[in-house]
């Protein structure tokens, strides 16, 4: 289990050194480190992703958490011991960003506004959306049953797609919603929370 808990460490400080773009971009490499590893299913990682969304705090960090614990919990972990896992990946993915902002803060604000420096900013924005953009492919073709081998690989897996009234709905309404409009995704969330209980009580 120690070993474990150093390789959980080991990761989330990678997956913090190399995550540029916010939690956002955070989701795209913990979901091909977990996965990649068999440490969580794909439906897994989705349960942990929403729980993230939902709970106070910033969302990267949050999922590191909840990985964490999960991880430690799925291998045999009792309380004390997921709770440690928890907070290691925790401190972990926070620690290159508290590293690279109290060396290089200074040095980056003088230096943001010449040419290279919005060069290199430049190529790095749609690597980022890039990225973000496919876990959002992947995470609703999982909703919709197209997990694939991976869960990373569902994109592929279009004739397994089985689509059902209120998940299409949900994840309509919300995209609309969030790209014409100044709606928080937390109202979509709190639909998807409630409405399953309104179909399951009244049969609709």
């Known amino acids: 289990m120690l070993s474990l808990l150093a390789k959980l460490s080991y990761v989330f400080a990678k997956i913090g050194l190399f995550t540029l773009g916010?939690?956002?971009?955070?989701?795209?490499?913990?979901?091909?480190?977990?996965?990649?590893?068999?440490?969580?299913?794909?439906?897994?990682?989705?349960?942990i992703l929403g729980i993230a969304q939902v709970t106070p705090g910033a969302m990267g960090v949050n999922a590191a958490t909840f990985t964490g614990?999960?991880?430690?919990?799925?291998?045999?972990?009792?309380?004390?011991?997921?709770?440690?896992?928890?907070?290691?990946a925790s401190i972990?993915?926070?620690?290159p960003s508290i590293a690279g902002v109290a060396l290089a803060g200074t040095w980056f604000e003088r230096n943001r506004e010449k040419p290279w420096a919005k060069a290199v900013f430049g190529i790095l924005r749609p690597v980022v959306a890039g990225a973000i953009f496919a876990v959002g492919a992947n995470m609703v073709m999982a909703v919709f049953g197209a997990e694939g081998e991976n869960g990373a690989k569902c994109i592929w897996h279009l004739d397994e797609l089985k689509f059902s009234a209120l998940p299409l709905v949900l994840c309509a309404g919300t995209f609309i919603l969030t790209a014409t409009h100044r709606f928080s995704p937390l109202w979509g969330l709190l639909a998807g929370a409630i409405l399953p209980f309104i179909v399951g009580i009244f049969g609709i």
């Open 92 to 95: 972990a993915v926070t620690l």
């Open 69 to 88: 614990w999960r991880v430690v919990e799925n291998a045999g972990g009792g309380f004390l011991l997921a709770f440690s896992g928890a907070l290691l």
């Open 22 to 47: 916010g939690g956002l971009a955070v989701i795209a490499l913990v979901q091909q480190e977990m996965l990649s590893r068999g440490w969580l299913s794909h439906s897994e990682f989705l349960d």
